[in-house]
């Protein structure tokens, strides 16, 4: 990894955290980075994304701290479907051979983007929520169940599915969404994390630390740049990132 490789791999990180943060789909940026600027294999880079973004969770829900004040019931009760779903995820992806997984992350990459497309949709984009969280029934914790099996097979836009999620369940306040949404992110991740590191050669160490630092970063200012900078604008440079890469991993994949 050469110095140009290096600062890619931080400038990719703190643009996944920071979106992460405000809305979902950070591995748009991460992903794509590890593969055509280190040259990691898809299912390396897969591994080492969620790595190297872990950190960016932890800082969002930093920046996010006020408005989390009195969520712990609600972030405890989707804790276990999140941690299973992360792990059954995992090993979704350990089973995956490397040809079949580039047949499919295309299809991913460009279901991630249409979903981060429409985002504005599924969440609120202000509001304020009442004095007490609405309790998650057994349709949300299997929802968060599969919702956090994808995010630990892939990740690209679980933010985004549990955002919707949340505002189905009655939430209106989008910063304290954001804030329930980053811990589970964090949880389910923790758990895919620990059966990627167990995977010998998985894992791409001197990438995965370049690029947490740069997470911490991005993950907790897109909390506090969550306030000012406008949803619309975000999504649109995502959607067309997304975009751009699904070609070239279809391109890839298919006809190369």
Do not use: C
């Not at 299912?43 to 973004?53: F, H, L, P, Q």
């Not at 299809?107 to 599924?122: D, E, Y």
Request: hydrophobic share 55%; glycine share 16%; net charge positive.
């Amino acid at each position: 990894m050469n110095l140009t490789e290096g600062a890619i791999l931080a400038a990719s990180a703190v643009g996944a955290g920071a979106v992460n943060a405000m809305a979902g789909g950070g591995t748009l940026l991460s992903f794509p980075a590890l593969v055509h600027g280190a040259g990691l294999d898809l299912r390396s880079a897969n591994a080492t994304s969620t790595v190297a973004i872990w950190p960016g969770a932890w800082g969002s829900i930093g920046g996010y701290r006020e408005d989390l004040a009195g969520a712990r019931h609600l972030v405890a009760a989707l804790a276990v479907p999140s941690l299973l779903g992360g792990a059954l995820g995992a090993w979704l992806l350990l089973v995956t051979d490397e040809r079949t997984f580039g047949y499919v992350v295309p299809w991913l990459i460009v279901f991630a983007t249409g979903l981060f497309a429409v985002s504005g949709r599924l969440a609120p984009e202000t509001g304020e929520g009442g004095p007490r969280d609405p309790r998650p029934g057994a349709a949300a914790m299997a929802y968060q169940f599969a919702v956090a099996t994808y995010g630990g097979y892939f990740g690209a836009g679980a933010g985004i599915l549990m955002l919707a999620m949340l505002g189905w369940i009655g939430m209106k306040d989008i910063h304290r969404m954001n804030g329930v949404k980053m811990a589970q992110a964090m949880l389910l991740n923790t758990t895919a994390i620990a059966i990627f590191a167990l995977t010998p050669g998985l894992v791409a160490w001197p990438e995965a630390g370049v690029m947490a630092a740069g997470a911490l970063a991005g993950g907790f200012g897109g909390a506090r740049l969550a306030r000012v900078i406008p949803r619309a604008a975000v999504r649109a440079f995502v959607v067309v990132a997304g975009l751009v890469v699904a070609g070239v991993e279809f391109w890839r994949a298919y006809g190369g």
